[in-house]
């Protein structure tokens, strides 16, 4: 069994060292290190991704390599392996871990996680496949695991705070509004649940799908935590209104969940949060993913000028 270098330590307030980011041109040597360390074949691998993770894909092993862009995003690697860890104890449909492996490997300052490749099949995952998923996850009746807290606007802050690629007005900006939006949520503990709060996926959507023979499996474990299970409902909800769907996925999602978030007091708050972090979540990456800055920018002006109209597109497709 490989016995990997312990990851870097975080300090005590959860605020990652500064440290080397991600670039591509160095994916093919940690994809070479990774592949001599466990015996896999390298050959025909490729990027299937890279937002704020790069997902390697190596078709001759049925491996898939994940590695964070950002030391705010490999503070995450502990907490995605004790998801991932809990998904397979409960069996839902979730990607799995490489089998007989302590993780993660270090190569370099880069954590690098390694998963069974989904086997590929099926149709196109869709929004009722989420909603399925999704109550799966909600009804485990399971002691709570040992899983980080729903702070989702700590790691908002260390983006914003970390953000070297963008100027100091937009910056304070985004950090103002920050503020705002935690003002907001403090009054959700005077709003009655729709659902206990619990194990929640942290970020539900379609795009984190991934179809097989046997029907989708959910993937993207950075945000899995403990917290209101009415934020696994708001990503759905957020997407009907802001990208162009081919199918309204907060509909499909109702129908086959049960309940519409967007009917409960605390929505407003939590649509706003949730925009918040899909106009932040590439600051890490933005300098070494530059396709991703013309899509930010239009986020970030029709987000501040306060145009709930205006449609976005998915990061994954205008990513390089």
Same mark, same amino acid.
């Given at each position: 069994?490989?016995?990997?270098?312990?990851?870097?330590?975080? @300090?005590?307030?959860?605020?990652?060292?500064?440290?080397?980011?991600?670039?591509?041109?160095?994916?093919?040597?940690?994809?070479d290190?990774?592949?001599?360390?466990?015996?896999?074949?390298? &050959?025909? #691998?490729?990027?299937?991704?890279?937002?704020?993770?790069?997902?390697?894909?190596?078709?001759?092993?049925? $491996?898939?390599l994940?590695?964070?862009?950002?030391?705010?995003?490999r #503070?995450? *690697? @502990?907490?995605?392996?004790?998801? #991932?860890?809990?998904?397979?104890?409960?069996?839902l449909?979730a990607v799995r871990?490489?089998?007989?492996l302590?993780?993660?490997?270090?190569i370099?300052?880069?954590?690098v &996680? *390694?998963?069974?490749?989904?086997?590929?099949g099926?149709p196109?995952?869709?929004? &009722?496949?989420?909603?399925?998923i999704?109550?799966?996850?909600h009804t485990i009746?399971?002691?709570?695991?040992?899983?980080?807290?729903w702070?989702i606007?700590?790691?908002?802050?260390?983006?914003?705070?970390?953000?070297?690629?963008?100027d100091?007005?937009?910056?304070?900006?985004? #950090? $103002?509004?920050?503020?705002?939006v935690?003002?907001?949520?403090?009054?959700?503990?005077?709003?009655?649940?729709?659902i206990?709060?619990? *194990?929640?996926?942290g970020?539900?959507?379609?795009?984190?799908?991934?179809?097989?023979?046997?029907?989708?499996v959910?993937?993207d474990?950075?945000?899995?935590?403990?917290?209101?299970?009415?934020?696994?409902?708001?990503? $759905?909800?957020?997407?009907?209104?802001?990208?162009?769907?081919?199918?309204?996925?907060?509909?499909?999602?109702?129908?086959?969940?049960?309940?519409d978030?967007?009917?409960?007091?605390?929505?407003?708050?939590l649509?706003?949060?949730?925009?918040?972090?899909?106009?932040?979540?590439?600051?890490?990456?933005l300098?070494?993913?530059?396709?991703?800055?013309?899509?930010?920018?239009?986020?970030?002006?029709?987000?501040?000028?306060?145009?709930c109209h205006?449609?976005w597109?998915?990061?994954?497709? *205008?990513?390089?």
């Open positions: 069994m490989i016995q990997p270098t312990p990851p870097p330590a975080t @300090p005590a307030d959860g605020t990652p060292q500064s440290g080397d980011r991600l670039a591509l041109e160095q994916l093919p040597r940690i994809v290190e990774v592949a001599r360390l466990l015996g896999l074949d390298p &050959t025909g #691998a490729a990027r299937t991704k890279f937002t704020n993770n790069a997902v390697m894909l190596l078709p001759a092993s049925r $491996a898939v994940r590695i964070p862009g950002s030391p705010v995003m #503070a995450r *690697v @502990p907490a995605v392996l004790a998801a #991932a860890q809990w998904y397979a104890d409960h069996d449909p871990l490489w089998p007989g302590t993780q993660p490997l270090q370099g300052p880069h954590l &996680t *390694v998963w069974q490749q989904v086997t590929p099926g196109d995952p869709h929004p &009722t496949d989420l909603g399925t999704l109550r799966a996850i009746d399971a002691p709570i695991p040992d899983l980080p807290q702070r606007t700590d790691g908002i802050r260390r983006r914003v705070t970390h953000a070297d690629t963008i100091e007005e937009t910056r304070d900006y985004l #950090a $103002a509004e920050l503020r705002m935690e003002a907001s949520l403090t009054g959700l503990v005077e709003i009655p649940p729709l206990p709060p619990g *194990v929640i996926h970020d539900a959507h379609t795009g984190n799908l991934i179809p097989s023979p046997t029907g989708p959910i993937c474990f950075d945000a899995t935590s403990i917290g209101p299970r009415e934020w696994d409902l708001t990503p $759905a909800a957020v997407g009907s209104l802001r990208f162009a769907y081919p199918v309204n996925p907060h509909r499909a999602l109702v129908d086959t969940y049960g309940l978030v967007t009917t409960w007091p605390g929505f407003p708050a649509r706003r949060l949730r925009e918040l972090q899909l106009v932040t979540s590439v600051l890490p990456t300098d070494i993913n530059p396709a991703l800055r013309p899509q930010w920018r239009h986020r970030l002006n029709t987000f501040r000028s306060d145009d205006a449609k597109t998915p990061y994954a497709e *205008v990513s390089a």
